[in-house]
């Protein structure tokens, strides 16, 4: 291949070279080469723009970011890696291939924060910082779903597309309680308790039949074996025959519980645990409304029931399961065994929201940097993209909008500035986007015109998350993104001869919710943290919007 | 919590309102933005999308504003209904889309089709809606504000609504009572059949252009892509946008929005108001009520040097000024009358109460009642009707459908359609079933549904059949056109009668003696003139035989028809031997020959018209040189006339029978002006052609025809008037009159001696000939089967024949002396 692949820690990564607290921002990748990154971070590919990507031995589909750009005689574009969820997946295996060629690589993962699991109730393992991760990031997803919850009356008058929701929602919401989300364990709390009272407290049992020794007034069946042995039997009448201790060889039937559709239910009991031991961890601000109470009360149920099914000596069903007849026709464990798909499948998309995390994060940053813009006075509104909300991500997304996100008139500092917000993650790119801003790995580009003079600038938005108890210093992102935006004006400066006005802003995640600012001058990027907690989102959104009026000023000084 | 929900649906300023919640309004304007990659888009969503916008992503998505689609309602274009339905869905919340009102124009143009494709649209998305007249809705809504003395007051009095719609403005006068429901009274409004519902637009461009040119824009897209154009004729701020602009070092340009609108909009509405004003100035000054409302009611306009002013209070001001109206309501917009009274229409007929008193359009269907076709009312116009409920008939007449009936054909006249409406329905009757039609519709809902019931339940199916609008055609006959072509379904005239051969002819004659002899004997021989005399007659033996089997074999074949050797198509019958076959063909060329050389001897007249007369009896395969002769025959003077005769046996093609009936029309105008005689040789000629040739009904021209019918009745009459209905002239006239009809295959003649032909002259001849034809049949004279023969061709006049052939026997002497020659 004429350009080599990189593996980047930083979206920015192909345009900067200092190392980002000891990290290397870019490595470049070399057939049947092993890479070792740092897990903690997340990572980009950079690839040419013509190759295809596969990772072996994993289902997962490439997950393109923006479209191609020059870079270095080539056509080049970013693709993002997923963070680890299992330990398998710590290791990622990697073909890349173009013009005929094939690099296969494998990249070590160091480090990672793997999804917390139950082993059984109350054995979780993983440590408090996944824990709190997860809870994050349910937390993000629980945030761009607001897009599409219902309002109140009161609160809907004026409410009239998705981002009016989320405006509502982020920056007006009144401070007490409203409803937990409505989720599958919510879902299964409403419909199930019956069956699960009624379906665990009588175990479906089997009855198994055994030859034993037992008392003759004990015997009431024999078979052939029976009958056989009893002749080999030293003595000439049955009484003889049964010895000093008058027993018999006979058929005892065994009741026995430790069938395939018990092993499924007492799985069942533990993955519903699992679920709502997250729930009501994710929405522990809920606390004393009618869902968190009604999760709660269906956890005791599975988790008292899954103690005796245990104490009973079910065992652990070993994947994969293939339903018997049972599990697919009886009445009780039929809807068991329905429900038990569903928690699966659940698991499954758990495991890709853990994944894709980072990509979560920017969509979260996209929606907030319009909503943050959207509450500036200084603002007209023009045009929003629909906001739509998917029910399953979709590559890594939640929110299906199109590449121009809003269009706003603002009035800076005497200026008459026109916004576009445009998403730079997707592969059809807005027309107002330029193909060169796609190499610095931007979740959002906000382009921006003097009404008077036509004179342009580019604000570029990078929502940045790493997947670590401990994220990256605010500061140093800021310096790395500086050099990046640096080196990247100098690189389109001797390709196109224009001097390029851009600057950046990092919106880094913060699971702990500790609020960070880096707005040094001399730097061309600055940085914030964003809280989703609902108790802080507005606050943080408020900031988030003086930060972006501060950085478009600086565009347009 | 009540879910009685009204919706004003016109396309500027929609509005949803229940009946203790304040009026909400859609944005505006309101469009639906399909194709885009987020699907359909409505309300503030397609408003503040890109799609469809210069400058933005004008070539994503198809956005189309409300105000369009509700016009194409009226027209032909499949997607609109669906997409005003899918606007419906978002103007309502989930619980009230299980059922709410919606108004709609009281306006021609939205006529039932459109009101159905509304109904169907909103169905498609899942909303289900009833429909509401726009004026009557407006009035429900104001007379829920008032109170039961003022209600009261009210009953018996005149309304006047003026409506300030997008397309016009709409002026409608209705009749108010005072009703007591639930132990109140109650406002209904009466949509009188005599009241006035006109809407007079602006312009013949539409509101669009107008606001268009107001903004000196020229792409009309601009015109959705916000509310900038809008703002002042909805009363509201203005506000500025921003559009693309090439000029500009931006490449945009920030447009300031109007706050009130003096250019064309202004001088259009004016105009428009005084118009009213004059044209409607008795109605306006005769109604004791006048109300006000509509989406422009806000407009803020200032027309000419005044100030501005909004357009309900401009109106109220001209009114006040010329008419002085006792009562005058004017209704801003926030008052959402219109979507308020269909809210309260909404509860009422959810008790049962009634909401207004209406008419149906006057609906009418073919019927056949006394053997004569009408049109019958399914639905009376002198009916009331009250509001949102069903109204139902069933025609007293009955229909009996026969078995194994297709399809049933029926024709709709409805009072405001100036077109017929034509329905066929497909049918599997296994046996006779009656039927009888119902009715039902209910006012302001779409069409009419005719169902087809019959008299035992299940014997046409178990769906109901129903006469679908949809599906019919529309067609631009006129009421008498419908029913003169309803009268020409049956059966008009008589298949063809040819003449048929049979091999005992052959067989039992000495036919073949007499033709070998012939063709044994020279043309120079002494004895060649006295063996071809009347060789040609029907006597037995000779070449002209005509018998029956039965006589033939003395009674031991029962056939009785007359058949003779050659049949009109010149055949020979089946089965004769192969020596008849040769001695025929020596015959008939032997025949040819002998007839030119004849033609060419001087003085031989005699010898020619007895071979004329031989040849004949060949029918169509006449040889050919006598064929020649006989189209002398038909000119008039040229050749013996008595030749005629025999004419109509020979002549086949489309030419030689024109000239035939030419002729024969000729000999009978001749006759007629010197008051002699017609020939019924004449009249056998004619009958003949038309009686063997399948054609000749239509060869004949209108004008021929109805010389003929002239002729044949110039003939019946003198023969009935003088009771000779034994004579061969009376049956040779009969014969052509069943014949003759078969001149109704003409396509320009289908009501050729039809009784009730837009012709006078033609339907007096029909009505001449049946009486003439039942004087005869009711002589008692007549023998059985010409009896029946008359009274079989009288049924086909009345198009009530069967398949049943008519077979008059007539002889075929010449020598009879008519007294023409």
Wanted: neutral net charge; glycine residues 6%; hydrophobic residues 40%.
């Amino acid at each position: 291949m004429k350009s080599i692949p990189q593996v980047l820690a930083v979206p920015w990564g192909l345009c900067a070279q200092t190392p980002l607290v000891g990290l290397e921002v870019r490595r470049p990748l070399q057939d049947g080469a092993e890479v070792e990154i740092d897990g903690r971070h997340g990572a980009v590919l950079a690839l040419p723009a013509a190759s295809e990507v596969r990772f072996v031995g994993r289902r997962w589909r490439e997950q393109p970011e923006g479209t191609a750009f020059p870079w270095i005689g080539d056509d080049f574009r970013l693709s993002a890696l997923p963070t680890a969820a299992l330990v398998s997946e710590q290791t990622i295996r990697v073909e890349i291939r173009a013009n005929g060629q094939t690099l296969s690589t494998q990249l070590q993962l160091n480090h990672p924060l793997l999804r917390p699991r139950d082993n059984g109730p109350g054995q979780t393992i993983g440590d408090e910082g996944a824990l709190t991760m997860q809870a994050f990031i349910l937390q993000v997803l629980a945030r761009i779903r607001e897009a599409q919850n219902q309002l109140d009356a009161e609160a809907s008058d004026g409410v009239e597309t998705g981002w009016d929701r989320l405006r509502i929602l982020w920056l007006k919401r009144r401070a007490q309680a409203q409803e937990a989300p409505r989720e599958l364990i919510v879902d299964h709390a409403e419909r199930l308790p019956t069956r699960v009272e009624d379906t665990a407290a009588h175990p479906r049992r089997v009855l198994k039949r055994t030859r034993e020794l037992m008392a003759i007034d004990r015997i009431q069946e024999l078979d052939n074996a029976c009958i056989d042995w009893l002749i080999r039997q030293p003595g000439r009448s049955v009484a003889e025959k049964a010895g000093p201790r008058q027993r018999l060889r006979g058929i005892a039937r065994e009741e026995n519980l430790d069938t395939l559709e018990n092993r499924v239910l007492k799985d069942f009991l533990r993955l519903s645990v699992e679920e709502g031991r997250i729930y009501v961890r994710a929405n522990q601000r809920f606390g004393n409304t009618d869902r968190v109470r009604l999760v709660n009360r269906y956890l005791v149920l599975c988790r008292g029931h899954y103690r005796e099914l245990s104490d009973l000596g079910i065992r652990n069903p070993v994947p994969p399961i293939t339903p018997n007849y049972v599990l697919q026709q009886d009445a009780r464990y039929r809807v068991i065994w329905r429900a038990y798909l569903e928690l699966l499948r659940n698991q499954q998309r758990e495991d890709d929201l853990w994944r894709w995390q980072r990509r979560l994060w920017a969509d979260f940053a996209r929606l907030a940097v319009v909503v943050a813009l959207d509450h500036l006075l200084s603002r007209q509104r023009v045009a929003f993209s629909p906001l739509h909300i998917h029910n399953e991500q979709v590559n890594g997304r939640w929110s299906d909008t199109y590449p121009l996100l809003a269009m706003f008139v603002l009035k800076l500092s005497q200026r008459c500035l026109i916004v576009e917000v445009l998403d730079a993650t997707l592969d059809i790119a807005h027309h107002a986007l330029a193909p060169w801003l796609s190499m610095l790995g931007c979740t959002a580009v906000v382009q921006l015109t003097d009404y008077d003079s036509g004179r342009r600038a580019s604000l570029c938005v990078w929502g940045v998350h790493g997947v670590a108890a401990e994220p990256l210093p605010l500061t140093d992102l800021v310096q790395s993104a500086d050099e990046a935006l640096r080196n990247a004006i100098t690189h389109e400066n001797l390709r196109t001869g224009q001097t390029m006005n851009i600057r950046g802003l990092v919106i880094r995640s913060t699971p702990a919710q500790a609020r960070e600012f880096a707005t040094q001058p001399a730097y061309l990027a600055y940085g914030i943290t964003l809280d989703v907690d609902p108790d802080n989102i507005r606050e943080a959104l408020e900031e988030c919007a003086l930060i972006l009026e501060e950085s478009i000023g600086r565009l347009f000084p | 919590m009540n879910t009685f929900i009204g919706v004003d649906l016109n396309g500027v300023l929609d509005t949803v309102a229940g009946l203790d919640q304040k009026p909400r309004h859609a944005p505006a304007p309101p469009v639906v933005v399909t194709d885009t990659p987020q699907g359909t888009l409505t309300g503030m969503e397609a408003l503040l999308s890109p799609f469809g916008r210069p400058g933005l992503a004008a070539n994503v998505g198809q956005r189309t504003s409300v105000l369009e689609l509700l016009g194409a309602l009226t027209g032909n274009d499949s997607e609109a209904p669906h997409q005003v339905g899918q606007h419906l869905h978002s103007l309502l919340s989930g619980n009230s889309r299980g059922g709410c009102v919606i108004a709609v124009p009281d306006i021609p143009t939205f006529n039932e089709r459109a009101r159905d494709r509304l109904l169907g649209g909103a169905s498609q998305a899942d909303v289900n809606a009833r429909l509401l007249w726009r004026p009557v809705a407006a009035l429900l809504g104001w007379g829920a504000m008032l109170s039961d003395a003022k209600i009261q007051a009210l009953h018996g009095k005149r309304a006047c609504v003026l409506q300030l719609l997008p397309e016009g403005i709409a002026v409608s006068e209705l009749d108010v009572e005072c009703v007591e429901q639930d132990g109140r009274p109650t406002l209904v409004p009466v949509r009188r059949r005599d009241g006035l519902r006109k809407i007079h637009a602006y312009s013949k461009t539409g509101l669009s252009n107008l606001l268009a040119a107001e903004m000196s824009i020229t792409d009309v897209r601009q015109l959705w892509g916000s509310a900038w154009a809008w703002n002042a004729l909805l009363g509201r701020d203005a506000k500025p946008d921003l559009f693309p602009d090439s000029h500009s070092p931006s490449g945009w340009c920030i447009v300031e929005g109007f706050s009130t609108l003096q250019g064309e909009v202004a001088r259009a509405i004016s105009a428009t108001i005084d118009k009213i004003l004059n044209e409607k100035r008795s109605v306006l000054q005769n109604a004791s009520i006048i109300l006000i409302e509509g989406p422009l009611a806000d407009a803020s306009i200032k027309p000419r040097l005044r100030n501005a002013v909004s357009l309900s209070k401009w109106l109220q001001l001209k009114l006040v000024d010329q008419i002085a109206p006792a009562n005058l309501i004017v209704a801003p917009t926030t008052e959402g009358f219109v979507a308020r009274g269909c809210a309260v229409c909404a509860e009422r007929q959810s008790k049962g109460h009634i909401t207004y008193y209406d008419f149906l359009p006057m609906l009418e269907i073919n019927v056949l009642r006394g053997g004569e076709y009408n049109f019958a009312l399914l639905i009376d116009k002198n009916d009331r009707v009250e509001g949102g409920k069903i109204y139902s008939n069933t025609l007293a007449d009955q229909f009996f459908i026969a078995q194994e009936t297709k399809s049933l054909v029926f024709y709709l006249l409805k009072e405001d359609e100036k077109n017929a409406r034509r329905s066929e329905t497909a049918l599997s009757a296994e046996n006779e079933v009656k039927i009888s039609l119902h009715v039902t519709q209910i006012p302001a809902q779409g069409h009419a549904r005719v169902e087809i019931r019959p008299d035992v339940r299940g014997a046409l199916g178990n769906t109901p059949i129903l006469l679908d609008w949809a599906a019919m055609t529309e067609i631009a006959w006129s009421r008498e056109q419908i029913l003169f072509e309803l009268s020409i379904q049956g059966i008009g005239y008589p298949d063809t009668l040819p003449q048929r051969a049979h091999h005992l002819i052959w067989e039992r004659t000495a036919i073949l003696d007499t033709i070998n002899q012939f063709n044994a004997c020279p043309i120079r021989e002494r004895q060649y003139d006295s063996m071809i005399r009347q060789q040609h007659s029907g006597t037995l033996g000779r070449i002209g035989t005509r018998s029956s089997p039965s006589i033939l074999t003395k009674g031991i074949d029962q056939d009785q028809h007359i058949y003779t050797a050659v049949d009109s198509d010149g055949h020979l019958p089946e089965g004769v031997s192969q020596e008849i076959i040769e001695a025929f063909d020596t015959f008939r060329e032997k025949l040819g020959n002998d007839f030119t050389v004849t033609n060419k001897i001087v003085g031989s007249h005699r010898r020619i018209e007895q071979l004329a007369r031989l040849g004949a009896t060949f029918y169509t395969s006449c040889p050919n040189s006598i064929i020649a002769y006989y189209r002398r025959v038909v000119v008039p003077g040229v050749i013996s006339p008595k030749l005629v005769l025999y004419a109509g046996r020979v002549l086949s093609n489309e030419q030689d029978l024109v000239r035939l009936f030419r002729y024969c029309a000729s000999r009978y105008h001749d006759a007629y002006q010197e008051g002699k005689n017609l020939s019924w040789y004449i009249i056998r000629a004619a009958g003949d052609a038309l009686a063997y040739r399948e054609h000749a009904g239509e060869i004949l021209d209108p004008e021929l025809g109805d010389s003929l019918a002239d002729a044949m009745l110039y003939v019946l009459r003198s023969e009935v008037g003088k009771r000779n209905f034994r004579q061969n002239r009376f049956k040779v006239a009969v014969r052509l009159s069943a014949f003759l009809l078969r001149h109704r295959m003409h396509p320009k003649h289908r009501d050729f001696l039809h009784l009730k032909s837009p012709n006078k002259r033609n339907s007096q001849r029909a009505k001449e000939l049946l009486e003439l034809l039942q004087e005869a049949s009711n002589s008692g004279v007549l023998n059985a089967e010409l009896k029946d023969n008359i009274d079989q061709i009288r049924e086909h006049i009345l198009y009530r024949g069967t398949n049943s052939i008519i077979d008059i026997t007539v002889e075929d002497d010449d020598t009879d002396n008519d007294g023409d020659e």
